[in-house]
């Protein structure tokens, strides 16, 4: 969907939201409510404003995917419920064919950003094998090894994701509106 809720009012909207959710998310290693909740109900009311019932059609098809495709790994504690809400809320602002191109991108941002902070830590080879572990357990269901991985354990080394959520989207905003 090329243009749900119209492309300079969207593109700088979902911009600033990013900018303040990256920041956040270095800083605190968290993403906040106060920004993502509203930014998730703005997409399906504008889109809806301005397309009528097929906009709020493409909005909540871009959190269904968001739910689908990013929902397994806060199930697993892989990623923050923040990182979800944030990608829920960039669907519901771009529909789902443009959601799904961000986080093909976004995983791609994230591995590299990943790999490059592990190897800064000298801890290359835990990570990968962790990282292994975690997809599998996407197939297997949670496990104990998973879970020695996850948010929850302090000693795990995990990196703040929005950054690459945010290279991701700006991506496909870039690509898709010129």
Same mark, same amino acid.
């Given at each position: 969907?090329?243009?749900?809720?119209?492309?300079?009012?969207?593109?700088?909207?979902?911009?600033?939201?990013?900018?303040?959710?990256?920041?956040?998310?270095?800083?605190?290693?968290?993403?906040?409510?106060?920004?993502?909740?509203?930014?998730?109900?703005?997409?399906?009311?504008?889109? #809806?404003?301005?397309?009528?019932?097929?906009?709020?059609?493409?909005?909540?098809?871009?959190? !269904?995917?968001?739910?689908?495709?990013?929902?397994?790994?806060?199930?697993?504690?892989?990623?923050?419920?923040?990182?979800?809400?944030?990608? !829920?809320?960039?669907?519901?602002?771009?529909?789902? #064919?443009?959601?799904?191109?961000?986080?093909?991108?976004?995983?791609?941002?994230? #591995?590299?950003?990943?790999?490059?902070?592990?190897?800064?830590?000298?801890?290359? #080879?835990?990570?990968?094998?962790?990282?292994?572990?975690?997809? !599998?357990?996407?197939?297997?269901?949670?496990?104990?090894?998973?879970?020695?991985?996850?948010?929850?354990?302090?000693?795990?080394?995990?990196?703040?994701?929005?950054? !690459?959520?945010?290279?991701?989207?700006?991506?496909?905003?870039?690509?898709?509106?010129?």
């Amino acid at each position: 969907m090329r243009d749900i809720i119209g492309m300079n009012w969207s593109w700088w909207s979902i911009f600033v939201v990013l900018l303040i959710a990256t920041a956040w998310d270095i800083a605190r290693r968290r993403v906040p409510n106060w920004l993502v909740l509203p930014f998730l109900a703005a997409g399906p009311i504008l889109s #809806g404003i301005r397309h009528g019932l097929s906009g709020v059609e493409a909005s909540l098809g871009g959190i !269904a995917v968001a739910v689908a495709l990013v929902g397994p790994f806060c199930w697993l504690r892989g990623m923050g419920v923040g990182d979800l809400k944030l990608c !829920a809320g960039i669907g519901a602002w771009l529909g789902p #064919g443009e959601l799904v191109l961000a986080l093909v991108i976004t995983a791609i941002a994230g #591995g590299v950003i990943a790999v490059s902070y592990a190897a800064w830590h000298r801890s290359l #080879g835990r990570s990968l094998v962790g990282t292994g572990d975690l997809v !599998a357990g996407l197939f297997r269901g949670k496990s104990r090894v998973v879970r020695q991985i996850s948010l929850d354990n302090p000693a795990a080394l995990s990196i703040p994701y929005v950054p !690459a959520i945010a290279i991701g989207t700006v991506f496909v905003l870039l690509t898709s509106h010129g």
